[in-house]
């Protein structure tokens, strides 16, 4: 900073928008002795700072560092102004020396602590401002720091008109001193709010005659409102909201003139005040009243008829209450009221109907039976009956009304005004189409229309909403008659740019999902659960790059996993489970790193599971049950987190299980080839040693041949001469993976029959006798012993491709064979037989193999028959993925029954 000459008979020096930027600690204020007028302040306001300036720029030169003591040297100063500036730390105290100081400007800075009393002795002090936020007409300020509490000594400033000491730290009382002052005879207006108060609404602060706005909203005041309110006759403009006051309202309120009454998010208690009979202090005489808020208290009883003679008012606030009864229909009696502009009455218990009369309000713009220009609001009460048709003629911005027991339809006009920019419905009765003026709402913002039962098409509903970031029609029936399904997704969805949530779960609608959501480029939520969506997943699903929630489940789409998935950074949930995928999951799944939740479970994949999933960062849940994977798991899961809900049942994986603790609880059954030290498998073969305590034999069944003799088809394997049981034990153990269960085809008598291939060509039964000492009847297993060496039943045969073929000619399946036990998985399989042979036109046994990989339409499908068209392909497509399903080789992967009832019926 340069030096600066000073003039020492200037009066008047203002340096207001100067740009300066620079510090005051070192500047000679002593040199401004003749100064009555300073101003510092680096915003141009013309003589005051103005209340309704809300623009609050941002400043790149200002003056900074603390604030001087040496502001005290200049006695003769009448305007002090600071404001707007990074001044920080304490108000001096030797500002007690400027008596002639009649404004003290020092708002928007950063002091930080608590205010001197030594400011009393400012006697000729009219406006002191310590406020600080852009709002002043809200009452809402902020941006200093004061802390402590308020100096009763400030009560010594008999002319002070405003006093605003809001959004600070300020705590404690608030002092006896302000309204003991009957000589502040001038104090208007008095802004507390904002702070840490504690304790009473002083009974002195009656005093105050000339008070027109009081504001202590926003503290921790307690005790009952004091009656003696009542004696600020100009008082206009009451904000108590959002303390701790109980008790009840006082009646008194009724003789004031009040304009705005807010007493909102207290505890009061009680009912209402009457408005009716002979008493006249009442709130019917608050004619000027235009704002009233008593939401958020424990109000009870009914709201009185005669709130209807409040003629002004803009604003009525009954919400979070205990009100209960009808609304009353004075309320839209009254055509008079034609300032009405919000209505909010939602979250209390009322009972009764919407009044009809509410159609005479045709100032009304939101109405909510939930929370704010043109609205009404009644959410979450107990409201039956139907929607008054003529609250669609009215200008309305916002109508909530969800949660309630509403039933019929919606008016037929809604959005005819062009206004509408928030309807909620959900959570009611509502039945019939949504009616296809909506489509006129251009500015509509939200909309909710689940857990009803409308139904129809959607596609005539919804037109261009280029506003709309918000839409739920899910819990729905969209649908004409039981099974006539008559809505898909219309592609003008795509058009919804700022669409951010789409919700149209649980439906009955059809089609593919349109590559036009590649538009929605905001979109953060996409949930399509159960409806009857088919085909694939869109590659251009990569393009929502924002998208936080993907959940496609129970469908029937097809197809792959779209590697596009990758493109979508910030998915943490994502759920295809229930559909009909096929082929691998892709390896690019690991690149979604924000991933938390992942199930793919109940589809078709196949392959190995990808090893880049170790790159998700926090995952949470990962179900891959009821697939086709195989292979081993990963070995890379040991580095995942610990804690993941891991769920790998019923596929055909293969080998150990990860040593890793998120695998102790993990859900794997139904896999037969994994082994490890975990609940739900065998242990590994490595693992095991058993020497002893085994007794067992063999039969031997010839491939070629059944009446081939045992010697010729087996060579020296078995022969007498050179059997040698260690080793026969040993290539035992190997064939049936350690007598694994998945090679059990039957228990009987004192042990249990396994199937195994000892070598090539050589498929032997192989009974392990039980080990344990429990067995009392030692000759009756002696006799067994005998019996199977000399004899061989009639019924068994070798298991050869001929045995095989048989098997799938009467489309038994081969487990029912081996075990000789009736399930309902055996049924499944007959089922996928019969359902084969009628896509092929032929015998299953005409076939050279049933795997899956053969079965597809080009090798299945019957010749003699002209190619379907392109829907009916699609429905010959699912039924023959399904018997591939149900021909699953092992029983667990098989669907139920009644999924494969379900898929039909969609079909």
């Not at 592609?491 to 349109?514: A, V, Y």
């Not at 998985?825 to 049933?850: N, Q, R, W």
């Given at each position: 900073?340069?030096?600066?000459?000073?003039?020492?008979?200037?009066?008047?020096?203002?340096?207001?928008?100067?740009?300066?930027?620079?510090?005051?600690?070192?500047?000679?204020?002593?040199?401004?002795?003749?100064?009555?007028?300073?101003?510092?302040?680096?915003?141009n306001f013309l003589e005051k700072p103005s209340p309704s300036n809300h623009h609050v720029p941002i400043l790149k030169q200002y003056i900074y560092g603390p604030t001087p003591s040496t502001l005290g040297d200049l006695t003769s100063w009448n305007f002090l102004y600071l404001h707007y500036n990074q001044l920080f730390g304490p108000i001096p105290i030797q500002l007690e020396n400027l008596k002639s100081l009649t404004d003290l400007v020092v708002s928007y800075n950063q002091i930080?602590?608590?205010?001197?009393?030594?400011?009393?002795?400012?006697?000729?002090?009219?406006?002191?401002?310590?406020?600080?936020?852009?709002?002043?007409?809200?009452?809402?300020?902020?941006?200093?720091?004061?802390?402590?509490?308020?100096?009763?000594?400030?009560?010594?400033?008999?002319?002070?008109?405003?006093?605003?000491?809001?959004?600070?730290?300020?705590?404690?009382?608030?002092?006896?001193?302000?309204?003991?002052?009957?000589?502040?005879?001038?104090?208007?207006?008095?802004?507390?709010?904002?702070?840490?108060?504690?304790?009473?609404i002083l009974i002195e602060l009656g005093n105050l005659k000339s008070l027109t706005k009081l504001a202590v909203s926003d503290n921790q005041l307690s005790g009952s409102i004091p009656s003696l309110l009542a004696n600020w006759s100009n008082l206009h403009n009451l904000f108590l909201r959002h303390n701790k006051l109980p008790g009840l309202i006082p009646q008194g309120l009724g003789s004031l003139y009040l304009v705005v009454l807010q007493i909102d998010e207290n505890k009061l208690s009680g009912y209402l005040p009457k408005v009716s009979g002979p008493i006249s202090i009442e709130l019917r005489n608050l004619k000027s009243l235009t704002d009233l808020l008593l939401s958020q208290n424990q109000l009870s009883r009914s709201i009185p008829s005669s709130l209807g003679d409040l003629r002004s008012l803009n604003v009525l606030h009954l919400s979070d209450n205990q009100l209960s009864g009808h609304i009353p229909i004075e309320i839209g009696n009254l055509k008079s009221l034609t300032d009405l502009q919000i209505l909010y009455l939602h979250n209390n218990e009322f009972s009764g109907p919407i009044p009809i009369e509410l159609e005479n309000l045709k100032s009304l713009t939101k109405l909510a039976q939930t929370g704010a220009t043109y609205k009404i609001c009644s959410y979450a009460n107990k409201i039956p009956g139907l929607i008054p048709q003529g609250l669609g003629s009215l200008y309305l911005v916002v109508l909530q009304i969800d949660e309630n027991k509403l039933s019929g339809h919606l008016p037929k006009g809604l959005c005819d005004r062009g206004k509408l920019q928030s309807l909620m419905v959900d959570d009611n009765q509502l039945t019939g189409p949504i009616p296809r003026g909506l489509r006129n709402c251009t500015i509509l913002i939200r909309a909710r229309f689940d857990h009803n039962q409308f139904s129809g098409d959607i596609s005539n509903s919804f037109g261009v909403h280029p506003n709309l970031n918000y839409l739920d029609i899910s819990h729905n029936n969209f649908h004409v008659?039981?099974?006539?399904?008559?809505?898909?997704?219309?592609?003008?969805?795509?058009?919804?740019?700022?669409?951010?949530?789409?919700?149209?779960?649980?439906?009955?609608?059809?089609?593919?999902?349109?590559?036009?959501?590649?538009?929605?480029?905001?979109?953060?939520?996409?949930?399509?659960?159960?409806?009857?969506?088919?085909?694939i997943i869109p590659l251009e699903i990569g393009s929502c790059e924002l998208l936080e929630v993907l959940d496609l489940s129970t469908n029937r789409l097809n197809g792959s996993i779209p590697k596009s998935i990758s493109q979508c950074e910030h998915i943490h949930y994502l759920n295809l489970s229930n559909n009909m995928m096929s082929e691998k999951i892709p390896s690019e799944i690991g690149k979604v790193v924000q991933l938390t939740e992942l199930d793919l479970s109940h589809n078709f994949l196949t392959k190995e599971i990808p090893s880049e999933a170790q790159s998700l960062k926090n995952p949470q849940k990962l179900n891959l049950s009821h697939n086709r994977l195989y292979g081993s798991i990963p070995n890379t899961f040991t580095i995942l987190p610990c804690g993941i809900d891991i769920n790998l049942s019923f596929n055909e994986l293969l080998g150990p299980v990860p040593p890793c603790a998120n695998f102790i609880n993990a859900s794997i059954q139904g896999n037969p080839g994994l082994c490890g030290n975990v609940m739900g498998v065998k242990l590994c073969a490595s693992k095991i040693i058993r020497k002893k305590n085994y007794l067992f034999h063999h039969k031997l069944f010839l491939k070629n041949s059944p009446h081939k003799p045992l010697?010729?088809?087996?060579?020296?394997?078995?022969?007498?001469?050179?059997?040698?049981?260690?080793?026969?034990?040993?290539?035992?153990?190997k064939a049936t993976n350690d007598f694994d269960e998945a090679y059990c085809i039957g228990t009987k008598g004192y042990g249990t029959i396994y199937k195994a291939e000892i070598q090539p060509n050589n498929m032997v039964a192989i009974k392990k006798h039980h080990s344990s000492f429990e067995y009392v009847d030692h000759n009756g297993f002696?006799?067994?012993?005998?019996?199977?060496?000399?004899?061989?039943?009639?019924?068994?045969?070798?298991?050869?491709?001929?045995?095989?073929?048989?098997?799938?000619?009467?489309?038994?399946?081969?487990?029912?064979?081996?075990?000789?036990?009736?399930?309902?998985?055996?049924?499944?399989?007959?089922?996928?037989?019969?359902?084969?042979?009628?896509?092929?036109?032929?015998?299953?046994?005409?076939?050279?193999?049933?795997s899956a990989d053969y079965l597809v339409l080009a090798n299945v499908g019957d010749s003699r028959i002209s190619l379907p068209s392109p829907q009916v392909e699609k429905q010959v497509n699912l039924v023959l993925n399904l018997s591939r399903a149900c021909l699953n080789s092992n029983p667990h992967g098989r669907p139920t029954m009644r999924q494969v009832s379900n898929l039909l019926m969609k079909a």
């Open positions: 900073m340069g030096s600066v000459y000073v003039d020492e008979s200037i009066q008047k020096l203002n340096l207001t928008s100067s740009r300066l930027n620079c510090t005051l600690h070192r500047f000679s204020f002593s040199l401004l002795q003749n100064v009555t007028h300073f101003d510092l302040n680096q915003i930080n602590s608590s205010i001197p009393s030594s400011l009393a002795n400012l006697s000729n002090l009219q406006y002191l401002y310590l406020l600080a936020k852009k709002s002043i007409t809200d009452l809402l300020l902020r941006q200093n720091q004061l802390s402590r509490s308020i100096p009763s000594s400030l009560g010594d400033l008999r002319s002070l008109n405003v006093l605003h000491l809001s959004d600070n730290q300020l705590s404690g009382h608030i002092p006896i001193e302000i309204g003991n002052l009957k000589s502040l005879t001038d104090l208007q207006i008095l802004y507390l709010h904002n702070n840490e108060f504690s304790g009473p008659m039981a099974y006539n399904i008559t809505g898909g997704i219309p592609p003008q969805f795509g058009n919804l740019t700022q669409l951010q949530r789409l919700d149209l779960s649980f439906n009955h609608l059809i089609g593919e999902i349109p590559k036009e959501f590649r538009k929605m480029n905001s979109i953060l939520k996409l949930s399509l659960v159960d409806n009857h969506f088919s085909g010697e010729e088809e087996s060579g020296d394997y078995f022969s007498i001469t050179s059997f040698d049981g260690k080793v026969v034990y040993d290539d035992v153990l002696l006799n067994e012993i005998r019996a199977l060496t000399n004899i061989r039943h009639r019924n068994i045969e070798a298991l050869d491709i001929a045995f095989f073929l048989f098997l799938f000619y009467v489309g038994l399946d081969i487990d029912l064979a081996y075990t000789i036990v009736a399930t309902e998985k055996c049924d499944v399989y007959s089922f996928g037989i019969v359902a084969l042979e009628v896509i092929m036109g032929k015998l299953h046994g005409e076939l050279p193999t049933l």
